[in-house]
């Protein structure tokens, strides 16, 4: 089939290089022309394990282009995987996706499947198809919800080993095509489940399944504090809990918050769209205030023992918003540095792939001009905890986890270590003079002179 993929970004490349993989004729398309230039010369612009790998064994069944015309006249499907950001308000900003339909609407040429993967509130679907065919007249245009579950990180396995593919439309036309079209990813080696609803209830699987992981999280992070506050340890509780196989082991490992470019907006735009039809989620209220707070909780334990921050050396390890990733959307990293940075504190961070785009986003905000000269960035661990007073871990990559705890006494002034990603078991900690503050457990302290 040929097919025609709007936005190059971690839904739409993956998506696009995965369908040429299974035997399609794929265009990707996007406005950024740095970004299509770089996929031309072979390059990922996004970093997604197996990705680039995968660009280059599918290279003949694979454009890349910023002609939309040209590859959405040509194309038999074509797919939406733009941006979909919050608005002031919380509710989906769906400026780009309405920006494609447009240049869509221009450019169609035969009867089409428009294929939305892009996470939209629900009912847009059936907005867009009203908005597509009033103006595409004597054409056929059927529009499909495929909302997508891939998790950064993991992007390009969970793509072609997916937990499910779901897909909600109103025609028989669509269906068949979208049957056609996926067959070969229902088969061994991959037998993904294939589901087909009504499109309404397509959309709100995607909104119920990330915000029941979202309120997963807040509700674990929650347990974390109160096991803190009361003397039990987060790590036991979640093992004792994990053997329920109704609850399971996934996504109970308390931290700093959840990040990400979807949970957040995720979250707020399903509760917005809640309240609008006078149904207003509770939980999902609750979800995104705790999610708010835990987002500060480290710098809240840093301050119990430096209550004067101005002047301290720490090192930051960490900065995306989790491991496997090089995406900054909504980190912690980015509110505890701006707040320290503004404090006074002298920053020096790590990360292994985010530090260019973490610089970017340090760069745009204009309050944070006069205290850019007190932040440096390092591609070792080593060299950003010498000297410090105080290290925070922001995101749990493998390097962190596996960095011996020696170092941290050898290397810091004082080695103080406030954990946002309880990246070390308390009996390894328990080995060491160190003082240890992680999340929903004992805080460690021993023979630290300050
Ligand atoms: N990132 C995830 O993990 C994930 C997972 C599931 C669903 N989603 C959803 O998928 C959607 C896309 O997310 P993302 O993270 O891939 O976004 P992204 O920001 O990484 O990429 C969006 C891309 O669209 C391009 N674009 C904007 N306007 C365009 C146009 N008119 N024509 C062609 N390209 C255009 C941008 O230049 C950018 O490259 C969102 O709705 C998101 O909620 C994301």
Known sequence: MKIAVAGTGYVGLVTGVALAHIGHHVTCVDIDEIKIKKMQEGISPIYEEGLEELMHLNKERLTYTTDYKKAYSKADVIFIGVGTPEKEDGSANLTYLYAVLDQIRESVTKDTVVVIKSTVPI????EVEKYLNEKVSGLKISIVSNPEFLAQGTAVHDTLYATRIVVGVEDDYAKKIMTKLYKPLTKEPYNVPFLVMDRKSAEMVKYASNDFLALKISYIN???????????????????????SRIGNKFLNPGIGYGGSCFPKDTKALHFLSKEYGCEMKTLKATIEINKNQKLVLINKL???FPNLHGLTI????????????????APSIDNIKYLLKQGVIIKAYDPIGIDNFKRILAMDKTLTNHLNNITYYNNIDDTITNTDAVMIMTEWKEIKEYSLENYIKLM???????????????????YNLYYNSIGRKIIEKNIIK
Do not use: H, Q, W
């Open 123 to 126: 009912g847009t679907n059936d």
């Open 222 to 244: 929650e347990i974390a504090n109160f096991c803190e506050a009361i003397g039990a340890d987060i790590s036991l509780v979640t093992k004792g809990m994990s053997y329920d």
């Open 303 to 305: 301050e119990k023992v």
């Open 315 to 330: 090192g930051v390890l960490g900065l995306t918003f989790k491991p496997g990733t090089d995406d900054l959307r909504e």
């Open 413 to 431: 002034k004082t080695p103080y270590i406030f954990d946002g990603r309880n990246c070390y078991s308390l009996d390894n900690i328990n080995k």
